[in-house]
């Protein structure tokens, strides 16, 4: 992306990068090297590297947002670095370094931060990457990893609210299994969602509305998005979701919209919920799935090979449109920070362009 500066309209989310990333490398014996900031280029790895073969791949989304005063903050960044770290030790990988990860994103947001977005609701999206790299092709954890961070502009259906969406509810496919990885934000999650995909997309839907593996009854989540159902009742609107934890991943959009909920009045419920009861016309007035990538995005319609139910009145709901400019404004530094999600990317001296700091 060299010389150009982000498009208002489409900055390119997931095919154009900023002009460096973030690596280190672990080695067995010596551990995690110091992290560095290089040109954006292809990787060199070995065709044997293990990653590739038998899937030690985690990864984590995150963005950094224009605050008013024209600074950058990277929101909940802790939270995505812990979150690495669980999915890496779901798949035997080592966990980073204290601190590497917040610094490693703050280094690359440092280095390009001309490449963050100023348009209301664009932000930068960083991809940190955990990928064994050691060549063998024995099946065992491996012993040698690589760590990159990359980073893309991502724009707008946030701002301008996602249009409402219908979802394909499979009873062919599953996406993770009781006592497997479905909790870890790995590859492997993502390859077995691509049947259902394909499946969707051949009933006309961009997205999978997952159900557990084993009755084939209970909602658990989209491929990248966790799902909230809203209740009305006399005291105000519950949000009700389905617990997070083993086969449904813990997102941070879902536990902060459930927090912002919760500050808004709203009553929060996590709860199993049955695909019957999402769909009997009165139990719940709005759906929406909710992730870092799209943020907040209604769910109009569930369609499956037995028909389909809607939900609400095919509008985004006034409830899933309150939580994301609540999020946004929080994520923008329009709005307060009670929570400390925020973390301010330092000003940056001529004499100490975006070093670690010690
Ligand atoms: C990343 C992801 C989400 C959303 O998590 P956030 O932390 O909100 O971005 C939900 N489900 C799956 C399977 C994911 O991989």
């Not at 390009?112 to 092709?137: C, K, N, Q």
């Not at 769910?299 to 309150?322: K, T």
């Amino acid at each position: 992306m060299k010389g150009e500066s982000p498009s208002s309209t489409d900055p390119g989310f997931g095919r154009r990068f900023t002009d460096h990333m973030a690596v280190a490398h672990f080695e067995g014996r010596s551990g995690w090297t110091e992290t560095d900031i290089v040109a954006f280029a292809a990787l060199s790895l070995s065709p044997a590297a293990m990653g590739l073969h038998y899937g030690q791949a985690v990864f984590e989304g995150l963005k950094a947002f224009r605050q008013p005063d024209g600074s950058v903050a990277l929101f909940r960044a802790h939270d995505h670095a812990a979150r690495l770290d669980r999915s890496a030790r779901q798949l035997v990988m080592p966990e980073l370094a204290t601190g590497t990860f917040v610094e490693a994103c703050r280094r690359l947001v440092c280095t390009d931060i001309e490449m963050v977005p100023s348009t209301p609701g664009h932000s930068l999206y960083l991809r940190p990457m955990l990928l064994a790299t050691e060549a063998a092709l024995g099946v065992r954890p491996a012993a040698e990893y690589l760590f990159v961070v990359i980073a893309s502009p991502v724009g707008a259906y946030v701002s301008t609210g996602a249009q409402p969406m219908t979802v394909w509810v499979s009873r062919e496919h599953s996406r993770a299994a009781p006592d497997g990885i479905g909790s870890a934000k790995c590859a492997g999650n993502y390859a077995a969602s691509l049947a259902g995909l394909q499946e969707s997309a051949t009933h006309g839907c961009g997205e999978t509305l997952w159900l557990d593996s084993n009755e084939h009854r209970w909602l658990e989540e989209l491929s990248s998005m966790n799902v909230v159902l809203v209740a009305a009742g006399q005291a105000g609107p519950t949000l009700v979701t389905p617990p997070a934890g083993g086969t449904i991943l813990d997102g941070i959009t879902r536990k902060s919209l459930l927090a912002l909920g919760r500050s808004l009045g709203f009553a929060v419920a996590e709860r199993p919920v049955a695909l019957e009861e999402m769909c009997d016309g009165r139990s719940f007035v709005e759906a929406f799935a909710c992730g870092t990538a799209a943020g907040v995005v209604p769910i109009s319609a569930v369609r499956s090979a037995s028909g389909e139910c809607p939900i609400g009145n095919g509008e985004p709901g006034p409830v899933a449109r309150r939580l994301q400019q609540t999020l946004l404004a929080l994520q923008e530094g329009s709005a307060a920070d009670p929570y400390g999600w925020r973390l301010s990317i330092p000003t940056v001296s001529a004499d100490a362009p975006c070093r670690a700091r010690k």
